[in-house]
């Protein structure tokens, strides 16, 4: 039996390769997720909603096809390629997250440092804002913006975010924190700010 050259294996390998992908392109990819009771899902062309109460996530999802049936969350894709699966496994990870913020809020935590200059925070419900007075003897004050949906308390030095939505909440929190971003100082000197100590449950 005569023995393949280099080349000639080399070329019989890309034709396997070729054939793997055309057959995941013609493979229909399916994901699958449960909906706990109480929380409810609703398909658009252009949208998904899941609800619980009066609480309402509405998302835009592309490049894969979610409907809501028999009690779950269907995703599927034409194709199975590497960048399907990977588009599909995000999708379920902010579904999956959607639906934990919509059963238990989501908890951001956040500690005030007054080093130099005793600063004042507070909430202004008005403009949806964190005020910050007397950063560093600041004579302006300083604002963050409050995302929708998304609560925030100041207790003594705690700041606490709370949100349905980890987005929301998540940002809400880093506004915060950039609020009181310090430029052009010796950090080691200078360490007032707001610093965020809990995302989401899990300590920094």
Excluded at 79 to 93: G, I, L, N, Q, S
Excluded at 114 to 127: A, G, I, L, Q, Y
């Amino acid at each position: 039996m005569r023995e393949l050259s280099w080349k000639e294996t080399s070329e019989r390998r890309k034709i396997k390769i070729l054939k793997k992908k055309m057959a995941e392109k013609h493979k229909k990819l399916i994901e699958e997720i449960e909906l706990p009771q109480g929380i409810s899902a609703e398909a658009s062309r252009d949208f998904f909603i899941l609800r619980n109460g009066s609480k309402e996530i509405k998302k835009r999802f592309t490049g894969a096809f979610i409907e809501s049936k028999d009690g779950k969350i269907i995703m599927s894709t034409n194709r199975a390629t590497k960048r399907e699966r990977k588009v599909m496994k995000t999708y379920a990870a902010h579904i999956k997250n959607i639906i934990n913020g919509l059963n238990k809020d989501f908890v951001y935590k956040l500690k005030i440092c007054s080093v130099h200059f005793p600063m004042t925070v507070s909430v202004d419900k008005n403009s949806h804002e964190i005020i910050i007075k007397n950063f560093l003897g600041e004579k302006r004050e300083r604002r963050a913006k409050i995302l929708p949906n998304t609560n925030v308390e100041v207790n003594g030095a705690d700041i606490i975010v709370s949100s349905f939505d980890i987005e929301n909440a998540g940002q809400t929190a880093a506004n915060i924190e950039k609020a009181t971003k310090i430029r052009y100082r010796d950090r080691r000197i200078f360490q007032d700010g707001i610093f965020m100590t809990e995302k989401a449950g899990e300590k920094i």
